[in-house]
């Protein structure tokens, strides 16, 4: 507010960027379209992440990822052309290993072969609770059904579901996401399973404290309506929807969640939030 | 009502059974638990189905079999023991096929080889819907995955569930329903799948008009809570359930659906029913 006379700050979208201190990028469907190998990259992805390190914003990445450890994801980024490091990401599994460990709990695992060295100092004798993760072709009848009957075994059964998507898009098409075996063993067993990753309020919290802002101050970008944007804006962010990845048309009418904006891919959401903030 | 005084009739179990004039069986879990081979016969069932037979009451079997053809199946009944015809068992895929032809519906199937010769007079070319049955091991991630493909594709997504149980019991253990997976493309595709079998009351309806019975007239018996006994309560049928297949000693306590009466075994209730008819 100047003096004499009232200045709204413009909390649209892009007028917002001018008062932010930090941008989430989700991964999968913004920076890259998996698919056979390391996948391939958006077009303009690489060069729009170097504009915002460039820039006075903070950066982290956001990702449900969990067919690799953190480790693994990340090479395979920069192997992409991406200036990304490990501390900068934050996937939902490094979260989950220390729920389990304030809550003395034992996992059976329904996750990837790539994720399986996230738990290797994890003790799973004896489980009693269960995690699953987006473990694609392992989600076999078997290995589901072997899941359930872990959970339907235990008095109390708690499934913890690493994200709660339903789909992603791979560069051969759309793919099942964990969410939906998610809703099979909860309906299987009468539970609600405990999400640990986007959409989860503690999930983007944990972001925030790692970049010292606090909710309104920074922006979330993904591709995924409901987990990215509009778990972004649950938590008091601004939410942008690019349309790469997962987008669908029917995405901008949906009937519960608006995106403060809508982009057609990262490159033209960067230069729009850098060009707001020289004006 | 006698002159004079009132005489209530006994509509609790097993007072219920002297107006009864049909009784209808669940087969799985009832008359034999499924596994290797032919499964095996649960004892005492087949001299049950024997006197049911003989006494004045009529028979029907209910069932939500999706693992083979009603012929193929009824066989293994035979094989078993059971004195069953294919023209009194009511199992989903023939009800299904009389209303893919009403609706100029054509299916794309993930179920169980063993049921897909029901389906061979059906046209398969550029499906427009989708049907799901107990599929088994064939529910893969890369068939899930497939017709998840199919519904996503379709502006008005029609999705088909021979029935919705949660699971069921084989000699080896509790195995994954058919409904888990229903559960997982509803989610997925953001819609609600049509139930074709139990607890249907449009399936136990057709099963009713072949008796020429009215529901008050019916009883059901079977091991599943929700689809065979609240189905059939939801219907005006009495139901009970046996401590058989897949039930469960939480089944007795469950706070929305009570069984009219419990029983050990098939032998028990049908020795109960025509003890009662007796007097």
Redesign the interface.
């Known amino acids: 507010m100047r003096r004499g006379h009232f200045v709204m700050a413009d909390t649209g979208w892009p007028g917002c960027a001018k008062s932010l201190k930090g941008v989430i990028l989700d991964m999968c469907g913004v920076l890259y379209d998996s698919g056979e190998g390391d996948g391939v990259a958006i077009p303009g992805s690489i060069e729009a992440v170097r504009k915002l390190k460039e820039s006075d914003l903070q950066l982290r990445f956001c990702t449900n990822e969990t067919q690799a450890t953190r480790e693994r994801f990340v090479a395979k980024l920069q192997r992409l052309g991406f200036d990304i490091s490990a501390s900068e990401v934050f996937p939902p599994a490094p979260a989950t290993i220390a729920v389990l460990k304030e809550r003395s709990l034992r996992p059976h695992l329904l996750v990837h072969d790539g994720l399986l060295p996230e738990f290797d100092g994890v003790d799973k004798t004896n489980p009693n609770c269960v995690i699953i993760g987006d473990?694609?072709?392992?989600?076999?009848?078997?290995n589901?059904?072997e899941a359930?009957?872990v959970l339907?075994g235990l008095e109390k059964p708690v499934l913890f579901s690493l994200g709660q998507g339903?789909?992603y898009k791979e560069t051969d098409?759309?793919?099942?996401d964990v969410?939906?075996?998610m809703?099979?063993?909860?309906?299987?067993c009468d539970l609600k399973a405990e999400v640990i990753g986007k959409p989860s309020p503690t999930f983007f919290q944990s972001v925030l404290s790692d970049m010292g802002l606090q909710s309104h101050e920074a922006l979330m970008i993904g591709d995924d309506l409901l987990n990215d944007v509009g778990g972004a804006q649950h938590c008091g962010m601004k939410g942008v929807q690019v349309r790469t990845g997962k987008y669908r048309p029917s995405d901008e009418r949906h009937p519960t969640v608006k995106a403060d904006g809508t982009v057609d891919n990262l490159a033209q959401a960067v230069e729009l939030i850098l060009n707001q903030r020289r004006h």
Not at 135 to 142: G, I, T
Not at 183 to 188: D, G, H, S, V
């Open positions: 473990a694609a072709e392992h989600f076999s009848y078997q589901l059904n359930f009957r339907i339903k789909y098409g759309l793919k099942l969410g939906v075996y809703k099979a063993l909860e309906y299987a």
